[in-house]
């Protein structure tokens, strides 16, 4: 690790353990730049803390959504690779900024101000991203950089549709049922990913998918999701009882990897599988793979709905939004031709 980084993890040496606990930003901040295996081991081998002390500590570390750990990380370790320290002067900041704007987003960049952000407050260091110079870099990079947000093409219901005849073999019929699944429970690709068999209860009018842990939920709540039958050929309920027979499965991960020889390992499938399995049917019915996505199967449910007439309340009961801004802008796009004001004139 990066010499400049030992302020930010000495708080958890063998030497520190006779001070008081650390606030639980000091520590949200330290696993954000640690790994989460190392820190763990760390903590067994400190034989001499409570185990009060060692149950606080994991049950922050449990706290913690990997994803949002792990790009904080990268992101200090962009401006330390830079030349950038902790702490830093705004000077320093917005120098930063300025020459990262020629080769990142907008918005990389401002997540990247966020995680160097936190790594001062976390230590009760003055913050540098507040200081007016670097608002002002930043807003004039939004006005100068600024583009629209990338947003991944929905696979609407004929997209699906189109794709499934191009599905055979072991590898087709696992990739029906984790398509239309992840279509029909407007799943993010963590999630789906994620589903074991035990995870799928049969019912009478199709099926009801028990999430876990979201994006949206990372207390672990969890949530129930209603699949029905379909009317057509694209019915997700029988492509996953499909996938489950020909598997085999009673147990463990529900969507696996599939070898040329049509072998069936044990091995969960990743969330990037889910996203080259999605762009490799959308190229082969003609669609531009590029802005195709794991979430495109998601977009596409709520967008579908969204034509269908759906309540904007029924198609977060679905995707599990927490708000409806962004439901909405699926509606706005869905229904940009209704009514259209060009086309009552015209």
């Known amino acids: 690790m990066d010499n400049r980084l030992t302020p930010l993890t000495n708080v958890f040496s063998s030497d520190n353990v006779h001070l008081s606990l650390p606030n639980s930003v000091e520590v949200e901040e330290q696993m954000r730049l640690a790994n989460r295996e190392d820190f763990c081991n760390q903590l067994q081998s400190v034989a001499h803390l409570s185990e009060g002390h060692r149950l606080v500590f994991e049950f922050v570390v449990a706290a913690l959504a990997d994803n949002t750990r792990l790009a904080y990380r990268g992101d200090l370790a962009d401006f330390m690779a830079w030349g950038g320290e902790v702490p830093c002067t705004p000077e320093q900041l917005a120098t930063y900024i300025a020459c990262r704007s020629k080769i990142h987003s907008v918005y990389t960049i401002a997540r990247r101000v966020i995680g160097i952000s936190r790594a001062h ?4 260091i003055a913050d540098p991203a507040k200081n007016d110079l670097v608002r002002a870099v930043l807003r004039g990079m939004r006005r100068k950089n600024g ?48 589903l074991d068999v035990s995870d799928i209860q049969f019912v009478k009018e199709g099926l009801i998918l028990h999430i876990r842990r979201g994006k949206t939920d990372q207390v672990s709540k969890g949530r129930k999701i209603a699949v029905p039958y379909g009317r057509t050929c694209a019915c997700p309920v029988r492509a996953v009882e499909h996938w489950l027979t020909l598997a085999k499965l009673v147990d463990g991960p529900l969507f696996r990897r599939v070898t040329k020889g049509s072998k069936i390992g044990a091995v969960r499938l990743t969330a990037q599988s889910v996203a080259l399995i999605v762009k490799g049917y959308a190229a082969a019915i003609g669609l531009n793979a590029a802005s195709i996505s794991g979430h495109s199967l998601r977009a596409g449910l709520v967008t579908s709905a969204a034509m269908a007439g759906v309540p904007i309340w029924k198609i977060k009961a679905q995707s599990g939004h927490a ?7 699926y509606v706005r796009d869905a229904s940009l031709f209704d009514g259209n004001a060009a086309g009552a004139v015209l």
């Open 323 to 329: 708000s409806d801004t962004m439901v909405s802008r």
């Open 121 to 124: 407050t976390s230590q009760g």
């Open 147 to 194: 583009t629209p947000q990338r947003q991944s093409v929905p696979l609407l219901k004929s997209d699906i549709i189109s794709i499934l005849p191009l599905m055979f073999g072991a590898k087709g019929i696992r990739d029906r049922a984790l398509v239309l699944l992840g279509f029909a429970a407007a799943l993010r690709r963590s999630e789906l990913v994620a």
